[in-house]
Nanobody, 124 residues
Framework: DVQLVESGGGSVTAGGSLRLSCSPSGYGHITKCMGWFRQAPGKEREGVAA?????????YYADSVRGRFTISYDSAKKTVYLQMNNLKPEDTAMYYCAADLRGTGWNRASDFHVWGQGTQVTVS
């Protein structure tokens, strides 16, 4: 069965940058869309960005990160990246990679069926 492994999290000061990556492991056919979600303590999990992995590479962003974050996909590695620039304290959260979309809501956690273990991002 397929698994997702995230990396790249860490602790930075406001204005800093991080690049997250999410790589598949094991067998499985990942669907046409992959996304990033985040969850802060006491808050619900929210969609951050998503990308359709076909030739069009259609992307979606939450309003709170638009212009600061960039999602990309490497088809050879089947790996999704999230470049995060100008980080703010409110970006602090556990970030999760998601795949195997079985619905149409890119920012609906319940529509994704394969998840990574999460990587912590802390901005101070």
């Amino acid at each position: 069965d397929v698994q997702l492994v995230e990396s790249g999290g860490g602790s930075v000061t406001a204005g800093g940058s991080l690049r997250l990556s999410c790589s598949p492991s094991g067998y499985g056919h990942i669907t046409k869309c992959m996304g990033w979600f985040r969850q802060a303590p006491g808050k619900e999990r929210e969609g951050v960005a998503a990308i359709y992995t076909g030739d069009a590479r259609t992307v979606y962003y939450a309003d709170s990160v638009r212009g600061r974050f960039t999602i990309s996909y490497d088809s050879a590695k089947k790996t999704v990246y999230l470049q995060m620039n100008n980080l703010k304290p409110e970006d602090t959260a556990m970030y999760y990679c998601a795949a195997d979309l079985r619905g149409t809501g890119w920012n609906r956690a319940s529509d994704f069926h394969v998840w990574g273990q999460g990587t912590q991002v802390t901005v101070s």
